[in-house]
């Protein structure tokens, strides 16, 4: 769903807008349910929170790596942030295969998801734009995006 000028307007209305020799041009349509516009999807959610502890734990163990490198204070910080990174590494790349598959995002969103878990706290700013562009929500229920031809994501 679309707000524009106070007016919800749903893919119907859109299509209806331009006439049937232009609509070729228009392959896939963006579909998002009204009530599910600010809401994430569970998956969602889990993606964000494992990009938010795959960020943590990246910065402890580089603080860790500081200390025990830099300052030479000791070994503490990489042996207690080394195994949780690793963890929460493996977690966030699972978690995004996952939503890669239920949210159906494409194989581009997919790729750039995959690689902000290398360069570290990259994966806060990759969770909050794919929140702003709607790809951490589920596809709206009632909606046969099918029948309007296209993929919701394709934008």
């Not at 106070?6 to 349509?29: K, M, T, Y």
Request: glycine share 8%.
């Amino acid at each position: 769903m679309i707000v524009w000028r106070n007016r919800v307007w749903g893919a119907a209305d859109i299509l209806d807008l331009w006439p049937e020799s232009c609509r070729f041009r228009f392959r896939r349509v963006h579909v998002r349910c009204q009530a599910n516009a600010l809401s994430m999807s569970r998956v969602g959610r889990w993606f964000a929170l494992a990009a938010f502890v795959e960020a943590v734990t990246w910065a402890g163990l580089l603080v860790g790596m500081f200390f025990k490198y830099v300052v030479e204070a000791g070994e503490l910080g990489v042996q207690i942030f080394g195994p949780l990174h690793g963890a929460a590494f493996v977690g966030y790349i699972a978690i995004t295969i996952a939503a890669a598959i239920s949210l159906r995002w494409r194989r581009r969103i997919t790729l750039v998801s995959l690689l902000a878990a290398i360069p570290p706290l990259v994966t806060v700013p990759l969770e909050v734009w794919l929140r702003r562009r709607g790809e951490l929500s589920a596809p709206c229920a009632g909606v046969d995006v099918e029948a309007l031809g296209s993929d919701r994501r394709d934008r």
